[in-house]
């Protein structure tokens, strides 16, 4: 039978610990830790020579180990009459000054400032169950008045959310200096080691005046250098971290498991700003794996985190199968971060990757780090900004796996997804006209970096970097290759989403007769795509801020509109609607419906899809179904992405399938049409039109 309690009610009841300690005799109960795991933090707030409160002693040890070091002035309480009269009778020959009475921790009758400190080991987690914060709250209290000025307050404790936030926001409250120390688990001792969560100790200190601003620090393990935090939510948010690190060691150390792939963030003691980011990928038990090949650390270039192989599950099981280990953990580096060379990275990982190593590995086993070619990569952030509708941003150039620069933006509330990117170029020089124009821009984005890198670098405003963009493009064939002949005949396109601005730029110009009007809703972005990444707008390219479906319901009740083309490249601002492309409001089917009638005749709707959710995909298959006769699909090989290239006239057979002649014809023209179209930078040729509309599928 669990001797535990049942209920977080019972902590609180003095008839259920008589019964606790009737059953559980005269062996000790060592909540959270023994003498030897507590000793190291509880000597550094409590002297020899201090008076002592030890609040809910129960049968613990440690006021006994304690007492033999030298602690000669402890008073032990508890509520229970049973554990005191044990307790008594078991000391009473070899220390006969330790004290021990039966009191009520919230009324101890105790003179006021008559102790140096007060020691609780697991009493404020018995006392704080989310029903009895009163009566914790009363112990506080009680706590802190007969504490004198200069007392400490010692609290070894889980640090469950309710009861560490209580006794927080009391004692900061109160101008007292909060500090807590994370302490690592041992797990020798059976009953410390029943608790997954790890243990805290909790030292508040009274002040005779309450500082000028909160003292509220955190400390890991020991010895730790104390970091100082602004407000009550760090230090808690802290204390969660170290949980959950806690949590997913425990889980690590049990076995294996290939469907989860767990992560964790290290972050700098000193300045709590995040460093690495650590993934843990198994190999399935079926896999043939050397016997001798049981754990390496991956580190991933600089740069490339957003990279297929490395920032999606499927990749990183993929560079797990390939590199033959049972645990293969993969190493993220953090922007704004400096690395000086993969041996210090190695240097300043080992400590903390070997805690994360699988069960069964042989001590001593020398554990490989992997990378490519030995180069940490390179990243350089040139431009920090920040937008009211996304926070904060990066545009930074890192070097891609064929040897290129690329530009690329960053929305910092999500770093490890690429907003929009750029093949950098070298030119003969950058004009001085658009040094200063780039100058004043960043000013105004809030940076202070150059906008191109290096001397004579610029953005290849002919290289497509994303291959929905590609098909994109290649969607336009489906206007026949009479609309796409040459410049005297008109391609309308209205572009909703701008980010970089690459994909309406290259529209503009290699696309003959092309004229292009972008609505954002974001200012910044237009900064941003102006600024870092060559977007220039004139006649046949035009921007226009405001909501994309303010904007497309009043064209269409205005009435004399009608495009070409229409293409929705749009994010979503909420991670977890199961779809991040384009936001739902857009596949409403009245919006698809005002978006069909804005098209000509011969006109597409290309929309990027990006939905992880099959039924919430059906869904919005059915409703553009619904509005458009034709929906081809071109799904993107290794990602989430496919395209849906919409057309208004008649039913299936009326268009062109992927593999017809006339549609084969069309993609002819068009792949002519755009080389000669560009006059800033050759048209990519890697890009293959034909190809792409291949694997074009009727939806």
């Not at 993220?332 to 993969?342: K, P």
């Not at 490989?368 to 952030?381: A, C, I, K, T």
């Not at 970097?465 to 590609?470: A, D, L």
């Not at 309308?492 to 601005?501: A, D, T, Y």
Request: proline content about 5%; charged content about 20%; some cysteine.
């Amino acid at each position: 039978m669990s001797l535990l309690p049942r209920t977080a009610e019972e902590f609180s009841s003095a008839d259920y610990w008589d019964r606790f300690f009737r059953k559980r005799g005269e062996k000790s109960f060592e909540w959270y830790g023994d003498y030897n795991s507590l000793c190291g933090v509880l000597h550094k707030y409590i002297k020899p020579r201090d008076k002592v409160l030890v609040v809910g002693c129960g049968n613990s040890e440690l006021s006994q180990q304690l007492y033999d070091v030298g602690y000669h002035h402890l008073t032990n309480i508890d509520i229970s009459e049973t554990v005191v009269s044990q307790m008594r009778q078991r000391n009473a020959q070899c220390r006969p000054d330790l004290i021990f009475q039966q009191v009520d921790a919230t009324q101890t009758g105790y003179e006021s400032g008559s102790f140096q400190a007060a020691l609780d080991k697991g009493t404020l987690d018995a006392m704080a169950s989310e029903e009895e914060g009163a009566l914790a709250g009363r112990m506080l209290v009680e706590v802190g008045r007969v504490l004198a000025v200069g007392g400490r307050y010692v609290c070894v404790t889980l640090a469950q959310e309710h009861v560490i936030r209580l006794a927080v926001q009391h004692f900061a409250g109160a101008g007292w200096a909060v500090r807590i120390h994370g302490l690592s688990q041992s797990g020798e001792d059976s009953d410390s080691s029943s608790f997954a969560l790890p243990v805290f100790i909790l030292v508040c200190t009274k002040f005779r005046q309450p500082p000028p601003f909160a003292v509220l620090e955190v400390c890991q393990g020991e010895d730790g250098a104390p970091c100082r935090l602004a407000t009550v939510e760090e230090l808690l948010a802290r204390v969660k971290e170290q949980q959950a690190y806690a949590l997913m060691l425990q889980k690590l150390r049990g076995g294996t498991d290939t469907g989860s792939t767990p992560s964790l963030t290290l972050c700098h003691a000193s300045t709590g700003h995040a460093r690495y980011t650590l993934t843990v990928q198994d190999s399935p038990p079926s896999a043939k794996v050397p016997r001798a090949n049981h754990f390496a650390i991956f580190i991933v270039p600089q740069g490339r985190e957003s990279d297929w192989l490395y920032g999606s599950a499927e990749g990183r099981a993929q560079l797990a199968s390939s590199a033959k280990f049972r645990r293969l953990i993969v190493v993220a580096m953090h922007r704004d971060q400096e690395y000086e060379d993969m041996q210090a990275v190695q240097s300043e990982l080992s400590p903390m990757v070997m805690e994360l190593a699988p069960p069964g590995m042989p001590p001593n086993q020398q554990v490989p780090f992997l990378s490519v070619g030995g180069d940490l990569g390179w990243r350089e952030v040139v431009a920090r900004g920040v937008s009211g509708l996304t926070g904060e941003y990066s545009v930074e150039d890192v070097r891609g796996e064929d040897g290129h620069l690329y530009r690329r933006l960053v929305f910092m509330n999500n770093a490890h997804l690429v907003q929009s990117e750029s093949r950098l170029q070298t030119s003969t020089a950058a004009s001085s006209s658009h040094k200063k124009r780039s100058k004043k821009k960043s000013k105004r984005s809030g940076s202070d970096a150059p906008a191109c890198v290096g001397t004579g670098q610029s953005v290849n405003r002919g290289f497509l970097c994303c291959t929905h963009h590609e098909v994109m493009v290649s969607g336009l064939a489906l206007l026949g290759p009479e609309a796409i002949s040459g410049k005297d005949v008109l391609v309308s396109v209205l572009v909703v989403g701008l980010g970089g601005g690459g994909l309406p730029q290259f529209v503009r110009d290699f696309v003959p007769g092309a004229r292009v009007e972008v609505v954002e809703l974001d200012p910044a972005m237009l900064d941003v795509a102006t600024t870092w990444f060559g977007l220039q707008t004139d006649d046949r390219l035009k921007v226009v801020l405001g909501d994309g479906l303010e904007y497309i319901n009043r064209l269409q009740s205005e009435g004399g509109h009608s495009y070409d083309v229409i293409m929705f490249d749009v994010d979503s601002k909420d991670p977890t609607l199961g779809m991040s492309c384009p936001p739902p409001a857009f596949v409403e089917r009245s919006l698809l419906e005002k978006v069909c009638k804005l098209l000509t005749p011969r006109g597409v709707f290309m929309l990027n899809l990006v939905c992880r959710d099959s039924v919430l995909r059906r869904s919005v298959l059915e409703r553009i179904q619904a509005v458009f006769a034709t929906v081809y699909s071109r799904p993107i090989e290794g990602e989430v992405n496919e395209v849906l290239l919409c057309s208004r006239g008649g039913r299936e057979g009326d268009k062109p399938c992927a593999a017809s002649k006339e549609l084969q014809q069309a993609a002819k023209s068009l792949q002519v049409a755009l080389q000669k179209g560009g006059h800033s930078a050759p048209f990519n040729p890697q890009v293959d039109i034909g190809a792409m509309l291949k694997d074009l599928r009727i939806a």
